[in-house]
């Protein structure tokens, strides 16, 4: 660091020794996959942005980022390659091969450091698109509610929304004094999601007790709506909310996004079966776009879809058609979505059917609805099984699913999240740990989480 001009200018070797500190999020993280350039091994490797960061009141140290290359070793072949980055100090492998140096450009030109432009250069290199694979648990609190007041009939998604806001202040503080002390302790396994449960009078009087989640991320994207409302009880029976009838396709589609993030934290399985997702006679844009509003929010591990043959293909050509990307070769890099791949396809169904299965009962939204928006209208039901069995004979087994082909999702018992606990001032540090298999207890009973 020197002073010219009476300012403070800070050398490049200096911020090279910081530089990792100026990496603030995974936001900031580019994920990328490609092959290996002598055996086509996949390969994963990651490039990193930096950002100012502030070193005194009065201090900024600036940005720096710089082209250049890693090299790396292949784990299948033991051959060495190069691949062209940002950052290369910052850049590092992840998966099928190992980093054995980095050059800068300004530096290629130096005798000393040119033998390395005598490897291959990995060319087919791909981002990770987080479209495909960034689980989201995306809420509207606007609109029709699902949650309604069994009293009065209030707005419960509104009214409970607000009440969250007013007290994420609490909340977010909460988080950050568990996340600084998770970083520091080095804890094993992440947990699954983040819980907060609070109560609140419906404009009646009546109280009711909310249970709100959001996937758990270590970044400071936690505010209210980053959460999606999963169950409030002593609310009006979803089943007497979503009565037998006629609804636009619209409101179909803004309750089954409703359902989705209810059904993720207390169901183990969910199955979207439907003909169709999205109008064939769509705009490729959105086609795809409806497409990922769904598979976004679908955890691979307990979600599967089942739709008419031909309907893949669809969104496949449309994909490439919108991001100039041969979906094939995604698939090729292993960069598409697992949904995707896993999803089933038949020609001899017409059912629509969206629902959520478990040991201890299932839930299931059904009618004449495919996935797809407009304002016509189509017939649905809700309705509640408390016997596994009669739902398999009822929905799946005519459409020649049986328990075989569920995909058995018992709740590890490592699986856990976070609580919040409106009693114990949000600290999720005085509460037991809430392991997977007490979510049901806990938002359909209230009963809070026991010892380990």
Same mark, same amino acid.
């Given at each position: 660091? #020197?002073?010219?001009?009476?300012?403070?200018?800070?050398?490049?070797?200096?911020?090279?020794?910081?530089?990792?500190?100026?990496? #603030?999020?995974?936001?900031?993280?580019? $994920?990328? /996959?490609? /092959?290996?350039?002598?055996?086509?091994?996949? &390969? =994963?490797?990651?490039?990193?942005? +930096?950002?100012?960061?502030?070193?005194?009141?009065?201090?900024?140290?600036?940005?720096?980022?710089?082209?250049?290359? =890693?090299?790396?070793?292949?784990?299948?072949? *033991?051959?060495?390659?190069?691949?062209?980055?940002?950052?290369?100090?910052?850049?590092?492998? +992840?998966?099928?091969?190992?980093?054995?140096?980095?050059?800068?450009?300004?530096?290629?030109?130096?005798?000393?450091?040119?033998?390395?432009?005598?490897?291959?250069?990995?060319?087919?290199?791909?981002?990770?698109?987080?479209?495909?694979?960034?689980?989201?648990? @995306?809420?509207?609190?606007?609109?029709?509610?699902?949650?309604?007041?069994?009293?009065?009939?209030?707005?419960?998604?509104? &009214?409970?929304?607000?009440?969250?806001?007013? /007290?994420?202040? $609490?909340?977010?503080?909460?988080?950050?004094?568990?996340?600084?002390?998770?970083?520091?302790?080095?804890?094993?396994?992440?947990? @699954?999601?983040?819980? !907060?449960? &609070?109560?609140?009078?419906?404009?009646?009087?009546?109280?009711? +007790?909310?249970?709100?989640?959001?996937?758990?991320?270590?970044?400071?994207?936690?505010?209210?709506?980053?959460?999606?409302?999963?169950?409030?009880?002593?609310?009006?029976?979803?089943?007497?909310?979503?009565?037998?009838?006629?609804?636009?396709?619209?409101?179909?589609?803004?309750?089954?996004?409703?359902?989705?993030?209810?059904?993720?934290?207390?169901?183990?399985?969910?199955?979207?079966?439907?003909?169709?997702?999205?109008?064939?006679?769509?705009?490729?844009?959105?086609?795809?776009?409806?497409?990922?509003?769904?598979?976004?929010?679908?955890?691979?591990?307990?979600? /599967?879809?089942? +739709?008419?043959?031909?309907?893949?293909?669809?969104?496949?050509?449309?994909?490439?058609?919108?991001?100039?990307?041969?979906?094939?070769?995604?698939? #090729?890099?292993?960069?598409?979505?697992?949904?995707?791949?896993?999803?089933?396809? *038949?020609?001899?169904?017409?059912?629509?059917?969206?629902?959520?299965?478990?040991?201890?009962?299932?839930?299931?939204?059904?009618?004449?609805?495919?996935?797809?928006?407009?304002?016509?209208?189509?017939?649905?039901?809700?309705?509640?099984?408390?016997?596994?069995?009669?739902?398999?004979?009822?929905?799946?087994?005519?459409?020649?699913?049986? #328990?075989?082909?569920?995909?058995?999702? &018992?709740?590890?018992?490592?699986?856990?999240?976070?609580?919040?606990? @409106?009693?114990?001032?949000?600290?999720?540090?005085?509460?037991?740990?809430?392991?997977?298999?007490?979510?049901?207890?806990?938002?359909?009973?209230?009963?809070?989480?026991?010892? !380990?």
């Amino acid at each position: 660091m #020197e002073f010219i001009d009476g300012k403070l200018v800070f050398s490049k070797d200096y911020i090279r020794e910081i530089k990792h500190r100026m990496v #603030e999020s995974d936001d900031d993280v580019k $994920r990328s /996959k490609g /092959k290996c350039p002598s055996c086509a091994n996949l &390969i =994963i490797f990651s490039e990193a942005w +930096t950002s100012p960061i502030q070193v005194t009141p009065l201090t900024i140290v600036p940005k720096l980022d710089e082209p250049g290359e =890693i090299f790396g070793r292949c784990n299948n072949c *033991d051959l060495s390659f190069r691949i062209q980055v940002t950052n290369p100090d910052l850049s590092d492998f +992840t998966e099928g091969a190992t980093k054995e140096g980095f050059v800068y450009l300004e530096d290629l030109m130096t005798d000393a450091l040119n033998t390395g432009q005598n490897l291959p250069l990995m060319l087919k290199i791909l981002e990770c698109d987080r479209s495909l694979d960034n689980y989201t648990q @995306e809420y509207n609190f606007d609109g029709t509610p699902l949650y309604e007041c069994a009293n009065c009939n209030g707005n419960l998604d509104r &009214i409970g929304f607000e009440s969250l806001r007013k /007290k994420m202040t $609490r909340i977010h503080e909460r988080f950050d004094n568990y996340l600084n002390w998770s970083l520091k302790k080095g804890r094993g396994n992440k947990p @699954e999601h983040a819980i !907060v449960r &609070i109560e609140f009078s419906c404009n009646c009087g009546k109280i009711h +007790t909310a249970f709100f989640s959001k996937q758990y991320f270590e970044n400071i994207d936690f505010d209210e709506h980053s959460f999606s409302l999963c169950q409030v009880i002593n609310a009006k029976p979803i089943s007497r909310k979503i009565r037998p009838g006629v609804y636009s396709k619209d409101q179909i589609l803004a309750w089954i996004y409703k359902l989705i993030p209810r059904w993720m934290i207390l169901f183990d399985q969910v199955y979207i079966i439907t003909p169709f997702i999205g109008h064939q006679w769509l705009k490729s844009d959105a086609l795809v776009s409806i497409w990922l509003d769904l598979i976004r929010r679908l955890d691979p591990e307990k979600s /599967k879809i089942i +739709t008419r043959h031909g309907q893949l293909t669809n969104f496949q050509n449309s994909y490439t058609k919108v991001h100039n990307i041969d979906y094939k070769t995604l698939t #090729e890099l292993e960069l598409g979505s697992r949904i995707i791949s896993e999803t089933k396809q *038949d020609r001899k169904f017409h059912a629509k059917i969206y629902c959520a299965i478990s040991q201890s009962g299932c839930e299931v939204f059904s009618g004449s609805a495919n996935f797809v928006h407009g304002p016509s209208q189509e017939v649905m039901h809700f309705n509640e099984f408390d016997n596994i069995n009669e739902f398999y004979e009822s929905f799946l087994n005519p459409l020649g699913l049986n #328990e075989s082909d569920i995909k058995t999702n &018992i709740q590890s018992k490592s699986k856990y999240s976070l609580l919040f606990h @409106e009693k114990y001032d949000f600290d999720p540090m005085r509460t037991n740990m809430l392991f997977a298999s007490c979510y049901r207890d806990l938002m359909f009973n209230d009963i809070e989480p026991g010892g !380990v």
